[in-house]
């Protein structure tokens, strides 16, 4: 009973880690090239020499760009409490000029305490920006903006990043702009006169490498060896863990998943599945519970109607992907039986059957969107001649195959001398 009291205990204390991104990533941002350094040092030395500056942070969506903008501005707010105020826009609320004025007008009042008049007019918010960005810097006080969504902004007249970059150019003026966005291009939509105001700082967030996904496993679920748990159950839970995350059958499984989705939001998702099945008598993870999230976390429509096929269609899957591997970019029905005569002829299988039935087994495969035309003149022309292609991948097609019960095993065999 005490074990799995302490289990319960670990995994509430997994999971909460699993749900604090920042948490996950304070792993990745020890180095001195990463991201949270160069964005550190770039907004405190802006603070400290009292000059403005303007940053792009570039990525995939759920690379961490607000993770770790956020982690910064926390660990800014401890070090200069009275010396920043942070104002924080998005391009889905407030990409009109006239919205995001009023919303910076009125965080701006909040944080200085004043009085908030929601029938201020456009001119008058944009002039309540500008006077407070120079009293702010006559004051020593950095304004940061934090503009979500950055390329949504750039639609339509630009007059708000236009104001606010134009208002840095004053001496008196004090601000750091911070753009996030998943456009990598979102730069390049800005107007000649705010491009030319803006300083080109960027910084792309990038798949993590492997030993930086090794080093933030370690980091997210590893269990702290001071009092909050018995020392030998975290000695023993850390231990198998370790030995867990040292298997190359481990490392397979998390290559197979990056390989879906390499980013930091997708992994600590599937880690929190994983963590889940835990098992709570033993109180111990085990490689099963990673090989479970993985196939439940993965979408297998392809694998599903491979398995609903006939041996037949099978063969006709394995000719295509074979002449594929031939470097034969081209092929219609008329190749793939060729392709499937010689295949026939070498290895003598009972598995032969009549053209005509090949022809249905071929239309039922383009049917089930296994297959498909190579361009749209395809559907115009005869079956026999359209050129086509496969729409599975080489390994869906070998795994479908495994998990298909009565698959011949010649085709087992002519798949896995293509991998």
Not at 22 to 37: G, P, Q
Not at 260 to 268: A, C, E, G, I, N
Not at 269 to 282: K, Q
């Amino acid at each position: 009973m005490a074990r799995e009291n302490q289990a319960e205990k670990a995994l509430c204390l997994l999971r909460s880690r699993l749900c604090d991104p920042n948490f996950a990533f304070k792993a990745l941002s020890h180095s001195d090239d990463s991201n949270y350094s160069k964005l550190k040092f770039l907004v405190s030395s802006s603070i400290t020499e009292a000059c403005n500056n303007s940053i792009l942070l570039l990525g995939p969506r759920g690379s961490g760009k607000i993770a770790v903008l956020e982690l910064v501005l926390s660990d800014l707010l401890q070090e200069f409490p009275d010396m920043i105020s942070v104002i924080r826009l998005s391009g889905l609320l407030h990409s009109s000029d006239n919205c995001a004025f009023k919303e910076i007008a009125r965080q701006l009042c909040v944080e200085h305490q004043l009085v908030f008049s929601r029938m201020a007019s456009f001119d008058d918010n944009s002039q309540f920006m500008i006077a407070m960005l120079r009293e702010c810097g006559l004051a020593h006080k950095t304004i940061i903006f934090v503009l979500d969504e950055f390329d949504l902004f750039a639609l339509g007249k630009q007059r708000l990043l236009y104001s606010l970059l134009d208002a840095m150019q004053s001496v008196t003026s004090q601000a750091v702009v911070i753009g996030v966005s998943s456009r990598l291009d979102a730069d390049m939509l800005l107007d000649k006169r705010v491009r030319s105001r803006f300083s080109h700082r960027k910084l792309l967030f990038l798949p993590p490498a492997y030993e930086d996904i090794q080093r933030l496993l370690e980091h997210i679920l590893l269990l702290p060896t001071d009092s909050s748990f018995p020392p030998d159950y975290a000695i023993a839970f850390n231990a198998k863990l370790q030995t867990i995350l040292a298997d190359e059958r481990f490392k397979e499984i998390i290559n197979t998943y990056l390989n879906l989705d390499s980013t930091v939001k997708h992994l600590l998702r599937y880690l929190f599945r994983a963590v889940s099945d835990m098992d709570l008598e033993s109180g111990m993870l085990s490689l099963e519970n990673f090989k479970t999230a993985l196939s439940n976390i993965q979408r297998h429509p392809k694998l599903e109607c491979i398995k609903d096929c006939s041996v037949l269609e099978l063969y006709i899957l394995v000719c295509m992907k074979r002449l594929e591997v031939k470097e034969q970019n081209s092929y219609n029905f008329n190749a793939v039986m060729k392709e499937y005569k010689s295949i026939h002829d070498s290895v003598k299988t009972a598995d032969y059957f009549a053209r005509n039935v090949c022809l249905r087994a071929f239309e039922h495969l383009l049917q089930r969107e296994l297959i498909g035309f190579a361009d749209n003149r395809g559907q115009n022309q005869s079956i026999e001649f359209s050129p086509v292609k496969l729409l599975i991948s080489s390994h869906e097609l070998h795994q479908g195959m495994k998990s298909y019960g009565s698959c011949p095993a010649i085709l087992q065999q002519l798949m896995d001398r293509q991998k």
